[in-house]
């Protein structure tokens, strides 16, 4: 099993409700990544978790609050967005001294 | 930092000729280097990746990529381009730190005409 599976693949919310995206992975990956994709832009790195602990945060605004439960599983939970932040959300995941990253197909989200 | 910079923002081919998409990177050492493709309103799939060894890269549907250290380029090429290979080309170096942490350039928008 080589793949990334993200759930829902769309997604529409009001700037007033609480949602949360689901990205599962079970090739024993130890890292585990969310991407924030704009429309025509390439796909910006958001957070990245290592052995199921936050590693690193790219100054995301504390709006979208990651989870990582445990290491097939990794959470993005948003609240009070804005519709700016209507993008295509990638999950990825690899190995910790891995050579690539598996992509996940992606959520879009759309915030109205 | 790191960096990935592809030249050209789109390009247009006719069905059946060559392609190259350009890209350069800026890094202290060789990084990871990939090329990805998405088609509009999907995910990404990868083209190829190179880490060491052969600098030509073969990859899947017909594309191959050459590192060119003393260029600091990784351009992709492919001989006879298919009116399906439409899409929007990524490429990605990376940086394993306890995390694999890809930096995409900004993409080339391939156009195919017939």
């Known amino acids: 099993d080589t793949e990334v599976t993200q759930t829902p693949k769309h997604l529409v919310m009001g700037m007033t409700n609480k949602k949360s995206l689901k990205c599962e992975q079970h090739?024993?990956?130890?890292?585990m990544y969310w991407y924030k994709q704009k429309a025509k832009k390439p796909p910006e790195l958001m957070f990245v978790?290592?052995?199921?602990?936050?590693?690193i945060n790219e100054s995301v605004p504390s709006r979208f609050s990651p989870e990582c439960p445990n290491s097939s599983l990794l959470n993005l939970h948003l609240h009070a967005l804005q519709p700016e932040d209507s993008a295509l959300y990638l999950c990825?995941?690899?190995?910790?001294?891995?050579?690539?990253?598996?992509f996940g197909q992606g959520t879009r989200l759309t915030v109205v | 930092a790191q960096s990935v910079t592809q030249p050209d923002i789109h390009i247009t081919v006719s069905e059946g000729a060559s392609l190259e998409l350009r890209c350069n990177y800026s890094?202290?050492?060789?990084?990871?280097l990939f090329w990805y493709v998405q088609s509009p309103g999907q995910g990404l799939q990868l083209l190829l990746k190179?880490?060491?060894?052969?600098?030509l890269v073969q990859g899947i549907k017909g594309f191959e990529a050459e590192f060119k250290r003393s260029q600091s380029s990784f351009n992709l090429r492919k001989p006879s381009v298919h009116w399906s290979d439409a899409a929007e080309y990524f490429c990605?170096?990376?940086?394993?730190?306890?995390?694999?942490?890809?930096?995409f350039g900004a993409g080339t928008r391939l156009f195919v005409k017939a």
């Open positions: 990825a995941s690899s190995q910790i001294r891995g050579t690539e990253a598996f």
């Open positions: 090739m024993g990956h130890r890292a």
């Open positions: 978790y290592s052995y199921e602990k936050l590693s």
């Open positions: 890094y202290g050492a060789t990084p990871y």
């Open positions: 190179y880490f060491s060894g052969d600098t």
């Open positions: 990605a170096v990376a940086l394993n730190t306890g995390g694999f942490k890809t930096i």
